[in-house]
């Protein structure tokens, strides 16, 4: 039983439930009684806020963009109710979960998630008898029809008997969380024996083991939901003690991990042992910890863990350095992008509302600080706000548009920076006008996921995937119809064998890992240097990437470009999305080409292009670039088993460089100028002295760029490039500041050093600051830093500032 002191204070925070306990009733009243109608009204009141975070609240159902999505959720509802159809196995004709050889094959997951969405379908109809301007509020049939399609699927398959098949999700997450959210809304029309058999239902398929060790099916995103799913059915059923047991059961969420499923110190999201995931379960987790907080805070059973701010911690470092301008990036959604009526856009608008409800339970200083960032973001999405989302929840919707309404709040601009994820292979490089990312894979990342059938074609966007969007343009570039319709082998940045490879390369929940252990960099916060050791999925292809993150510009380079598998390999310098029109025109070396679809072309020797409105590109030592204007034509079915057979068709404009079938030691160089016109691209091609390639080979990458005082190298091997020396394999980058101090900034992107020497030839007075990781450095005419065992830094970089002579 909850202590009288805390039950107190949420009966205060309750404000007219507080007040029908009064002093003198609750004197008159036996101890025991009293207890138990205070637990009970407790309940009570967290149902009714449960009620109002699934519908949303001060929001004029007259008003857009409530309207329509009111208008919508009563279509739906409307036409679930006129298709309800109970019979044996089913209580739609289209969702039937009768399955005639129950196990764990795919056939069967398919049957377990028609139970789900069932379901799902019954708690839409709640939603639209429960809200206002549905047109079947407070309708008396679709409560009945609720009722009665909650009474026929615990009857037919839901309950305590039943032993599950399929997916463990539906019967464990989405099914009970659906099922519980119903409840929430029906409640008082439920009756006791109803309430017990939904909850001994739940209390089958999602018992209290679940939370006996945080592992398997039982971590991140998916422990946040079990856990919720259980507080739910605790609610509905009145039961402290679950509810007590589920609460506790988030704090292992919390702390940082270093390997496996979870956050990390860097701001990395990992789920299903090595996928990035902050778009996707990432984002879930994110969804129900922020509804329970909201729901539990000032209760009987706060989330108060003292890891807790950790969690806050993760809108700045994890959360926000993958949106931009309004979209989630691709590169942390893994399957999801893969899903039929999804996007960059639409994964990011339940997250901005999630963010707005996170905050108002962090500090002021914190609160005030995201509802500013969440406001800039909506209002620079040209291309899909959230408030036009015709399937954004009432409950998000009102919290979005009452932050826009909010004229205290003034939007933030998008940050400077550069941030390095070095325990999920990803890179972000933020600059003003424009933002990019890259895509990598480990011996510790895979290089995609593939499983439910989703994501059949994304095995090559772990292989160098360089995205990029600028702050006016380019939006689009991965939301309208790209996964379907684009080349899986020449995505933009990649290196990659035209080897053919099957539909879910790796076999169902295979997540493949390339045995490469350099992959990674270092950054002092604005610039970066990024290397990848990349081995081709199910290939022979190898080959060494880097790229140096500048100001206005990224240099791409690669070298040791070898393959045995007996196809060209290629790598794509860029691969435009133009709609279903767009046609902009491409100038190669100063002469305007053709438009029309179809042409294709290869210049030898070419030295500089652009693509009017998006990018100019540089080729500082000429390179054999073809370039291909085509349309394609793709269905998201042979993307994602769960998607439509129509087919669409897009244009695209690639740019790339083809090595040749089975090269020895190719390599490549370009330079990506993010949103420079055709003129400043020429300008830059003809100045020479601007970028110093000091080397591209399998042992060393390394450029200097005298305008910034930056030199960066990515060392494969040991050995000396400019003047930096390293003794080991390393990533090293040097900053000298106007103020006549400087950085440098040492990683080991592999974890094996047990011992890095880096010398730089330049006169240094004096260390201002070094690391632990630094055994000795030693200022004078060379500083020599000497570092100690490096693996257990997990790649990240080590900052050492020095004062010059």
Not at 215 to 235: E, K, Q, W, Y
Not at 371 to 382: E, L
Not at 634 to 649: E, F, H
Request: glycine share 10%; net charge neutral; proline share 6%.
């Amino acid at each position: 039983m909850p202590s009288p002191l805390r039950r107190r204070s949420f009966l205060q925070a309750a404000g007219g439930t507080a007040l029908a306990l009064g002093a003198t009733a609750a004197a008159a009243v036996p101890a025991r009684a009293a207890d138990s109608t205070a637990a009970s009204e407790e309940f009570a009141a967290l149902r009714a806020k449960w009620r109002d975070l699934v519908l949303g609240t001060g929001f004029s159902p007259t008003a857009e963009p409530f309207r329509t999505l009111l208008t919508n959720l009563g279509t739906a509802a409307r036409g679930h109710l006129a298709a309800m159809a109970p019979a044996q196995g089913s209580l739609w004709p289209d969702a039937v979960w009768l399955d005639p050889e129950p196990d764990l094959d795919a056939e069967s997951y398919a049957f377990s998630a028609k139970m789900n969405d069932s379901y799902n379908r019954l708690s839409t109809m709640a939603q639209a008898w429960a809200q206002p301007g549905t047109g079947l509020t407070g309708d008396p049939a679709v409560l009945q029809a609720v009722l009665t399609g909650l009474d026929h699927v615990n009857a037919q398959v839901y309950n305590d008997t039943q032993t599950r098949y399929g997916n463990w999700w539906n019967w464990q997450i989405g099914g009970p969380q659906a099922l519980m959210d119903t409840c929430v809304l029906v409640y008082d029309h439920l009756t006791p024996e109803q309430i017990a058999a939904y909850c001994r239902a739940v209390d089958h398929f999602v018992p209290d083991s679940v939370f006996d060790s945080y592992t398997g099916t039982s971590t991140g995103a998916n422990r946040v939901d079990l856990c919720r799913s259980v507080i739910l059915r605790s609610l509905v059923g009145e039961n402290a003690d679950r509810v007590a047991r589920a609460t506790a059961a988030l704090d292992p969420v919390f702390p940082y991990v270093t390997s496996s499923d979870g956050f990390y110190a860097d701001g990395s999201f990992v789920q299903h042992r090595n996928v990035p995931y902050i778009g996707g379960y990432g984002s879930v987790l994110h969804d129900g910890v922020g509804r329970l907080m909201a729901l539990l805070r000032g209760s009987s059973w706060p989330v108060d863990s003292p890891d807790a701010q950790l969690f806050l911690d993760t809108v700045d470092k994890a959360i926000a350095p993958f949106v931009y301008n309004g979209l989630m990036m691709d590169n942390v959604s893994s399957r999801g992008i893969s899903r039929y009526g999804t996007s960059e856009h639409t994964r990011a608008h339940a997250l901005l509302a999630t963010i707005v409800l996170i905050g108002q339970g962090a500090s002021e200083t914190e609160n005030a600080r995201w509802r500013a960032m969440v406001k800039g973001w909506m209002q620079r999405d040209y291309f899909y706000p959230p408030l036009r989302n015709p399937g954004l929840s009432l409950v998000r919707a009102s919290l979005l548009q009452s932050l826009l309404d909010d004229t205290s709040v003034k939007p933030a601009p998008e940050p400077v920076e550069h941030r390095l994820f070095h325990h999920m292979d990803r890179v972000t490089h933020r600059r003003p006008g424009w933002c990019a990312a890259v895509s990598m894979a480990s011996n510790r990342i895979a290089h995609y996921e593939f499983g439910n059938g989703e994501h059949a074609r994304g095995y090559h966007t772990g292989a160098g995937w360089l995205q990029w969007y600028g702050d006016d343009f380019g939006l689009e570039q991965y939301s309208d119809a790209y996964w379907p319709t684009v080349d899986p082998y020449r995505l933009p940045g990649i290196t990659a064998s035209r080897k053919p490879l099957a539909d879910g390369e790796g076999g169902n929940w295979g997540q493949p890992m390339p045995d490469a252990a350099w992959v990674g960099g270092t950054t002092d916060g604005e610039f970066g240097a990024t290397g990848q050791h990349l081995k081709g999925i199910a290939s022979t292809m190898s080959a060494r990437k880097s790229w140096f993150w500048l100001d206005d510009a990224i240099v791409c380079l690669g070298a040791g470009i070898a393959s045995a598998d007996g196809y060209p390999v290629e790598t794509t310098v860029d691969n435009r999305a133009l709609g279903t029109s767009g046609e902009p025109a491409l100038t190669v070396d100063g002469r305007v080409q053709p438009s029309g679809q179809g042409w294709r072309e290869t210049f030898s020797g070419a030295r500089w292009a652009h693509v009017a409105g998006q990018a100019g590109y540089l080729f500082p030592q000429g390179i054999r670039l073809g370039a291909v204007r085509e349309e394609r034509t793709g269905t998201w079915r042979s993307i994602n088993t769960g998607g439509p057979t129509d087919p669409v068709t897009r244009r695209y404009l690639t740019l790339y460089t083809d090595h040749g079938t089975d090269p020895a030691d190719a390599g490549y160089a370009y330079v990506m100028l993010p949103g420079a016109s055709a003129r400043t691209t020429a300008l830059r091609a003809a100045d020479a002295g601007w970028l110093q390639l000091l080397a591209n080979s399998a042992a060393q990458q390394g450029v200097r760029v005298p305008r910034l005082g930056l030199t960066a190298v990515n060392f494969w091997a040991p050995g000396t490039v400019g003047k930096l020396t390293a003794s080991a394999p390393a990533s090293v980058l040097v900053r000298e500041h106007r103020d006549g101090t400087a950085t440098v900034v040492v990683s080991d992107p592999s974890r094996q050093a047990r011992s890095l020497e880096v010398v730089w030839e330049k006169q240094v007075a004096e260390v201002l600051s070094k690391p632990s990781t630094v055994a000795s450095a030693t200022p004078g005419a060379t500083l020599r830093l000497v570092f100690g065992d490096l693996s257990g830094s997990y790649g990240a970089p080590q900052r050492i500032r020095v004062r010059l002579t």
